[in-house]
């Protein structure tokens, strides 16, 4: 199994983490998968605004398009999902999402779902997220801190206290029973935070990887669409979009 | 009061056939505006998947980096508003969607809302877009026909039995009292449609220029964000993402 | 264009001063309007409960059967908008309240929407009239300050402090980013608050008046109902009900 | 016991049909409580619209403050109740609508909730009112038969077919369980129609009258409101608002 | 009439209790009821987690074929009501469940219920069954003490305090306008409560017993369901769903 | 990796062609885990109605408590999961239903999710359990064939068409851009029906063994209960009701 590890931010040193830390999940359980990582083009260092986001969703399909050939399944691995819905209406094998594959898993682990994340514009596009996903009741809260990803994947020591205070108030103030640490630059820290909360603290990168092997596989494949003419954009996208499939 | 009509999708003449509607609205009404009408640089001629509209939202802002400037509004003028809430945080002026604005006047005119618009692809998309609005409780239906609005804007007369018919349903089969016709490409056929249907039928880009221009002035501005560095964008964008304001 | 303003409080300084400020907001936009001010015959002198706002639901009918003639558009200004659906109902123009037009245009310059007004007894009547227009996703809060609106017009430096509190506490805890300041006798106080307030401060009279210009000649008429026999009301209302329209 | 039963139409022969019905309910049940029946002193002949049920609002509590002396507790026997929070503000007994009632009882003899009743224009105002009640996810559906409940009440052998496919229509169609026949005029047919459904139909008229014998006496008294000034009321309405309880 | 009392726990004195309550207050409205109640064979002493609420729901199945001849109704008489809506589909008599009736009566009181109950794990139980019921939208909060229903039986003096500033916070905090204090074991408490809290405060094993009686005999039978083959089951049980009705 | 596959009802052969078909999914993905199968001791054969899954929330509980020791996962194989979140709060390990797993996986294939099984009874009951899960807004549809699993289980070929026919409803009328073929019965079909079906269509029995190895070991343990004090239960059951863990 072939999985692409697609992140749509511009920054190399973020796919190498959290390539590296899917690998190791992978050889933990023992699955024989291979991952093919891949940076976006263009678009922001870190994605941390609606803007970045929305550009983002762009450097997504133009990312797939040029790297999905001979992969099993893609893995969508920004904490955020940009693009989500319109990769997989083109891609020509399944697509999960880091946070919609960590958050269906996270709700087989508990009933009220808490949501850790760093960089705090992210919580209104989460919390607009979550209910796109049709989870909001699932939803006990969201909570931000004030370093970004990129900044916490910089220096993780000095973020660990501030992320494990934010899990315990998932889950005493906000009522809580599991929480997800959100970011493919929080990549390992789960298992770092864990000791100081009372209830289970799912790390994002590794529940993202595992939906998307649960799912490689699943079920036959949705229709195609039609072809669409454009203009302005690399050939690998322009020839995905006007594919006659 | 100078409007941008950003039509983002690639095709000139639809951007064209907008402006042209909506002078001729202001003109009606007597109201003093100016419309600078610009299309997008790259993507879809036109948009009628998911995949051509999460690009649209890159091209969008793209147009919108390199034209706001002196200007005291922006219409979204493409009905399913790619990329609304992302020109909404960046642009130094309100932002209406198309959609976005005829759907809430059309909130005033009647409690249950249909929609009528053309290419089949676009239900899902615009279920989606009306629950992220928070509006779904408002609405009786979506239908639509199969010619897409790239069709329909080459040859209307063919299209207007179809679309009749479609808002005929609304009001009948799902119960809607008020018919919104969108697309930037059906400007002006409401009118033409009403006399065969019972209940109000409203133009898209007649409303959403109305809520465009209602909104212009309104209230103070929004807080600046925090400024994104990137990569690979064009000067505007990247300018106005990096911008401290 | 004439727009009947109506009053459904039987108090005729806060009609004044609702058109007057309504007046020169259409000044200051060279909008070409004529404002129609009308007062309730008959019920509280302020509404600030239930029972006060049911019989001026009845108040704003016998009102706007004595007055629509020559009118293109309604205007019920009252935040709360007493009566709305069967003004809509029985109107042969179309009317907006003042609550629902400021809400939906608020809708374009936020997300998430919080609302300001006078007298504590308002908080559960406007939780259910933003049910009701199906806007409670996009709530983010509701708070009053202890003074009524009437006493706010009586002296509205002393109230100034405690309404912009109340903004703050809505941006800030409530995770507004838009706030309506809503009530008749609120008229031109939201740029008075505005400096003290991070996020767009909108006044509702104001917001209810642009939006009933956004939407005065938009699309054909309602359905006529069934005429429907009465005894012992106004002979206006009688005859409006009554009428084989 | 002493019940006021409020019609707030001012048909009286409504009233005593009503009246008379609760009265059988009550003897064949053994419970000692007397009806005081009350009609609408101004407003519609028969409620079927927006515009006469708000106004029916106002004559409710016209009727309420003007006969509530004495009694225990007050049925608002129309089913579509209207003013029924405005009644429950003011009045110094409990309340119950016919809606109300019945739909609270209808929810614990099935998951699913039908209502019947006669007028077409009644389904969207019953929509908004099982909403208000937050009782839309019980909601199976709601179907109209095209003779309003006055001419019912003039002849109900000829509406009797068509109530009892409508009600079918409810089980078969819609997947209600139980089926609520709403309104006054049709006091007693829902045992007539009973025989020819195979969910169980209930009797608005004697569910409501249940409801109001269930709540009467169950717990404290609500918080007395501030006394409210008024114009052009009656003077008992007048003397309710403004009382200093 | 004959009312089966099933209190699903299998602790007698709890049943005696609310048997005893019911009792007095149907001699105190002169209802000639006889109460017949019934303790579950197996399960919990005190019911206060999911695993003890599902093993209930069959020792009330049970209890309920064993006992149901010759009854009218069925009180389901612990606040939680396991087994409902599987006791609803077998009976061949009306079931109300004692959190069911009293949160469908408290309905009636006020628009936002607040629930104060024992122990603390009933909070996501209640919050799910309020869910169930569809009652959501009329749920201002639940809030437990942490002595369990059997603690507080055993010593309601010393729980007297914490219930009513529970209370209180419903109504302050929560902004409920009326409070059902929850549990078969909290039987009486209500009105020692009622005085230190503003608002109504019901007591539930009041409340259900009059929405027993109001939902006795209204209205037809279900439709029967098909029989079924079990291995396991006590006599009784087995006999009851092999039923051919 | 021991995965618990416990079958609530009392028919070991469902039980065996759940299990065969798990470990044949394993075998084709590689994946080391050994399946240990158990069946209800007592209950409905098959579980077609809510008092048998009632019945089975218990058994399931018992079967827990008898054989979970060395599992490091359960898998609940019966389609609607009773006792579904009982299991979860008294397991040492991670338990997932058949329906919640399936589910869940669904919704990162489509965006709308219809629901085809065997039993005309399990359509209410499996709404109300999609609604439990949060899951309502992705539902599209339930459709149920007539015959029941166990029927389907002896005579597959039989209702191959029926389930089709199903299915293709689902994704044209209802809207499903996915379908989940519901039962333990039905392990097996969806690829049998997967050809006559647009849409992909999942295995049940394969999606929810797919998504428990996904959640075997994510993240920490769940807080402990209080120990439960009992009567007549089994003396597994009793032990790990009173532990304190």
Redesign the interface.
């Known amino acids: 199994m072939r999985i692409l590890l697609i992140n749509p931010n511009?920054t190399a040193a973020v796919t190498e983490q959290a390539a590296a830390h899917v690998r190791q999940v992978l050889h933990r359980?023992?699955?024989?998968a291979e991952i093919v990582p891949v940076t976006g083009?263009?678009?922001?260092?870190?994605i941390?605004?609606?803007?970045?986001?929305?550009?983002a969703?762009?450097a997504a399909?133009d990312a797939l398009a040029a790297n999905v050939a001979g992969c099993d399944a893609v893995y969508l691995a920004c904490f955020g999902d940009p693009?989500l819905?319109?990769?997989?209406?083109?891609s020509p094998v399944?697509v999960?999402g880091m946070a919609?594959?960590a958050l269906?898993?996270a709700?087989?682990?508990?009933?009220?779902i808490g949501i850790v994340t760093g960089g705090v514009?992210w919580k209104?596009m989460l919390t607009?997220f979550v209910?796109?996903?049709?989870?909001?009741?699932?939803l006990a809260g969201i909570r931000t801190v004030a370093p970004t990803g990129g900044e916490i994947a910089r220096d993780p020591d000095a973020a660990l206290g501030r992320l494990a205070a934010a899990c315990r108030d998932c889950a005493e103030i906000d009522?809580a029973?599991?929480v997800v640490l959100g970011g493919a630059a929080l990549a390992g820290l789960?298992e770092r935070v864990?000791p100081q909360v009372?209830?289970?603290?799912?790390?994002s990168v590794?529940?993202g990887a595992?939906?998307v092997?649960?799912?490689a596989?699943?079920?036959?494949?949705?229709?195609a669409?039609?072809p669409?003419?454009?203009?302005?954009?690399s050939e690998d996208?322009a020839r995905m979009?006007s594919a006659d499939r």
Chains 1, 2, 3, 4, 5, 6 share one sequence.
Do not use: N, W
């Open positions: 511009t359980r023992l699955i024989p083009r263009f678009g922001a260092r870190y941390a605004s609606r803007a970045a986001a929305a550009i969703g762009h399909l693009g819905l319109a990769l997989k209406e083109v399944p999960v919609e594959g269906h898993l709700c087989t682990r508990g009933r009220r514009l209104p607009e209910a796109m996903l049709g989870l909001t009741e699932r009522g029973d599991v789960a864990q009372a209830v289970p603290v799912i790390c590794e529940a595992r939906a092997i649960a799912t596989g699943l079920a036959g494949a949705r229709p669409l039609p669409t003419e454009s203009v302005g954009l996208l979009l």
